[in-house]
């Protein structure tokens, strides 16, 4: 099943490669919703120690990261470079993701930081190929906002599936409504996902290697840092996505301490994500006719005058928080695929610059920059809580509850907006990338004249 000549996948091909977005988002929504109150709350750890942990678990992806993103990119294997290293994750992630959402034995700050850890570490086998994959699968500027929004998509349906099925789960068999009867039904979600995953993501070509030169990882970071788009397409990608970073460990506090609701009304949550991949849609469509940047923008902004709207619940209105969640859904829907269709061409234009194919590296950088939007947002708003005498378990007075209101509605404003701002004026656009192309196409057809006439 070879890509056509087009450099466009088939429908059947993007559901092929898109699969596993699904599990893996599965295995992410009770990371970013859930962990930290179920830690804290019901593991008995402190709301401090498990921010704490949140955070410094991520230090050994600094390493990590950029070795595998590396040894990707000159893996040559009979069955792919990106492939081989996705099936040794798949096993590591699913054990530690059962050892965090089903705990066993005595749960210490150490048992909470070793299965943290691992699960990292995981999660960086299967994700850095797999994204560097999508981005060699197509050379064409709206082709790879199509794979994008395909995998985005299929991300977005996993994350509904966590959160839908322990709802139905606990309405038809009265096991799933509670923090850990949850983690326990996405568990089995997320390893099922990934059971079928695995074939299909077989069945999809890599496509051929781009041989270059050879180049130093010291000299490889030399030349990334002097590409100017990268460095504001990944820092303007982090502040816009710390704003739902540090929402996803508050939302449960703030239905059970503002909104005096229960946590089984995650329901609601169903309506964000459905709002969210309409946006993921939306946002492909008019990126195809504004571009990736100015859509981008027009997400942020509708983000950024959604979110205040939390200010105005109080208890019981557990409900009138749908309409915030479905205009930020939609807004936060640009987040997802443009931007993962934006680095796609930076790694182009470095690739011009260097002469050497590094796209695993590339998106091994952006993955601990995403892994670091996560683990400084926990550990940061956490601790912040904390400082405030905030507790998890128990009853709060009016500084406490005022400060995890303020905390919860404001701080991701300033996240947005500076990440507009950084946006702004970013210079890749469809016609450069057309200019960019066209540069590559015509070198390798040098190089291969070359090698024809020798």
């Known amino acids: ?130 994204y560097a994959w999508g981005a060699e699968i197509s050379p064409h500027y709206h082709e790879r906002t199509r794979i994008a929004s395909w995998r985005t998509s299929a991300g977005l349906i996993g994350t509904l599936i966590a959160i839908l099925v322990p709802l139905l789960t606990g309405l038809w068999l009265g096991y799933g409504n509670a923090v850990p009867e949850s983690l326990h039904v996405i568990a089995i979600c997320a390893t099922v996902g990934m059971v079928f995953a695995v074939p299909l993501m077989w069945s999809v070509p890599e496509g051929q290697p781009i041989e270059s030169r050879q180049i130093s990882m010291k000299e490889g970071f030399r030349v990334m840092w002097a590409n100017g788009p990268f460095k504001r397409l990944m820092f303007g990608f982090m502040m816009a996505a710390l704003g739902p970073a540090i929402g996803g460990p508050l939302y449960i506090l703030f239905v059970i301490h503002v909104l005096e609701a229960s946590v089984s009304s995650n329901v609601v949550l169903l309506v964000f994500y459905v709002a969210n991949l309409m946006g993921v849609l939306l946002w492909n469509q008019v990126a195809r006719r504004v571009g990736k940047r100015k859509a981008w923008l027009m997400g942020m902004t509708t983000a950024i005058i959604a979110q205040p709207g939390y200010w105005f619940l109080g208890p019981g209105d557990l409900y009138w928080m749908m309409g915030v969640f479905f205009l930020l859904g939609i807004g936060i829907g640009s987040f997802s695929a443009l931007p993962a269709a934006m680095k796609a061409d930076v790694v182009d234009l470095d690739r011009l610059r260097s002469g050497e194919d590094r796209t695993g590296l590339f998106f091994s950088i952006w993955s601990l920059a995403n892994k670091f939007v996560i683990a400084f947002a926990a ?49 890749i656009s469809e016609e450069r990338h057309k200019r960019m192309i066209g540069l590559l196409e015509r070198r390798s057809e040098r190089k291969a004249r070359a090698a024809a006439a020798a």
């Open 1 to 130: 099943m070879a890509i056509n000549n087009t450099g466009s996948m088939t429908n059947r091909q993007l559901i092929s490669y898109a699969f596993m977005e699904g599990p893996l988002a599965m295995a992410a929504t009770p990371m970013a919703l859930f962990i930290a109150p179920f830690y804290s709350r019901d593991m008995g750890l402190s709301l401090a120690a498990v921010g704490t942990i949140l955070m410094l678990a991520r230090l050994s992806d600094v390493l990590t990261d950029p070795i595998v993103g590396r040894l990707s990119d000159r893996t040559r294997t009979g069955y792919g470079r990106r492939k081989p290293w996705i099936f040794l994750g798949v096993p590591l992630t699913l054990l530690s993701m059962w050892m965090l959402f089903y705990p066993q034995g005595e749960v210490t700050n150490a048992y909470f930081a070793l299965w943290l850890v691992l699960l990292w570490l995981g999660w960086t086998f299967i994700a850095i190929p797999y």
């Open 379 to 427: 550990g940061f708003v956490l601790n912040l809580l904390a400082f405030f005498d905030f507790d998890a378990s128990g009853t709060n007075g009016a500084d406490q509850i005022m400060a995890l209101r303020v905390i919860f509605v404001f701080l991701p404003v300033v996240f947005y907006a500076i990440g507009f701002a950084v946006m702004w004026n970013y210079p």
